[in-house]
């Protein structure tokens, strides 16, 4: 059975980072696309970071750009994003996923296993 257990959300001020972790098990994530993707309140879920593990390239929401960073520890199973400079627009239950696909198209990264989110929180 796959479970992707995401940790590391919180409350911060823009401005601020976090650090979510993603343990993942049941999966070999070495051999998977891994993305992260939230939700905000009354708006549809998107795409936020996929890393591919065949090329080992790493994709990003235009929003997030030089802002987030995907990282991936196949060793340990694990799944990070670094949030630096956190905007109050940010805000949202965020999720890790495997995914079919990671290309440079977000709409592209569908769903193949997800977990429960960890709440992230900017205030001004």
């Known amino acids: 059975q796959v479970h992707l257990v995401p940790s590391g959300g919180g409350s911060v001020q823009a401005g601020g980072s976090l650090r979510l972790t993603c343990t993942v098990s049941g999966l070999p994530i070495r051999s998977n696309h891994m993305g992260w993707f939230r939700q905000a309140p009354g708006k549809e879920r998107e795409g936020v970071a996929c890393?591919?593990?065949?090329?080992?390239?790493?994709y990003y929401l235009d929003s997030v750009k030089g802002r987030f960073a995907i990282s991936r520890d196949d060793a340990k199973n694990t799944l990070y994003l670094e949030m630096n400079n956190l905007k109050p627009e940010d805000t949202a239950m965020y999720y890790c996923a495997a995914t079919i696909h990671c290309t440079r198209a977000v709409t592209e990264w569908t769903i193949n296993f997800w977990g429960q989110g960890t709440q992230v929180t900017v205030s001004t």
């Open positions: 890393t591919n593990w065949s090329s080992r390239n790493t």
